[in-house]
């Protein structure tokens, strides 16, 4: 039976997304994935999301967005341990050097999408300790990617994926990073306001209210760090 959210979601088909973008270089590496699938996927309960009045939903269509959010969680993890066994263990940033970029880029997508399930889809404030693992997973992949490369070919990839990581980084040393990260991709894409970045991320995703909120507070932090380079 079709889901009521069907004739909302499928909408997202007809935007220009990341999922075109993720499909192109998973296509043009031979990488057999359904990564894009999985963020096409996320989109979708994102625009219902967006659609949507939570706090007014039916306690059935309340379980039917649970089971979506457990259903595309569930086949990212499962995507990890099969192509890529190796982002579960405890990689140092050396070891990163010996995995090909586009295995980095999977990996990354893949946790990106875990963490966004929690924060954006299931609304955990991204103080809580189920963010830890994943963040330092994360952070370290990014770390063995040359980010400005990967920023110029893969802009809207690796905006969603900085922002992800950014807004889950609440709280945390690492959140430093993902803003240094952020401010260099905005400033390679030419990217100097909060409107302009709200234009630039939502045409690109389909994105939850609730990783709005937490990523205008990274565009905040950004803000202040370009304020500071300013003063020295």
């Not at 039976?1 to 990341?18: L, R």
């Not at 909120?213 to 950004?222: H, I, Q, S, T």
Request: aromatic content about 8%; some cysteine.
């Amino acid at each position: 039976m079709e889901s009521p959210y069907d004739a909302i979601a499928d909408t997202a088909d007809t935007a220009i997304n990341i999922c075109t973008e993720v499909s192109d270089w998973v296509a043009a590496s031979q990488y057999m994935s359904c990564i894009a699938t999985i963020i096409h996927d996320l989109q979708k309960v994102s625009l219902v999301l967006i659609t949507a009045d939570r706090t007014d939903m039916a306690k059935i269509d309340q379980l039917m967005l649970s089971d979506n959010f457990y259903d595309i969680e569930r086949r990212a993890y499962d995507l990890l341990q099969l192509e890529s066994p190796y982002s579960f263990s405890q990689l140092s940033p050396e070891d990163v050097i010996d995995i090909t970029p586009t295995a980095l880029l999977h990996v990354a997508c893949c946790l990106t999408a875990i963490i966004y399930v929690s924060l954006a889809l299931r609304e955990i404030p991204p103080r809580a300790g189920i963010f830890n693992p994943l963040l330092a997973r994360l952070t370290t992949i990014l770390s063995g990617i040359d980010i400005f490369t990967a920023c110029t070919a893969y802009p809207k990839t690796m905006l969603w994926i900085l922002g992800t990581g950014g807004a889950a980084a609440s709280g945390r040393e690492e959140r430093v990073r993902y803003v240094k990260w952020l401010d260099d991709l905005c400033r390679a894409r030419n990217i100097h306001a909060w409107d302009d970045m709200r234009i630039v991320i939502t045409s690109s995703i389909h994105l939850a209210p609730r990783f709005m909120v937490e990523f205008l507070d990274v565009w905040n932090d950004l803000e202040e760090l370009r304020m500071m380079r300013e003063l020295d």
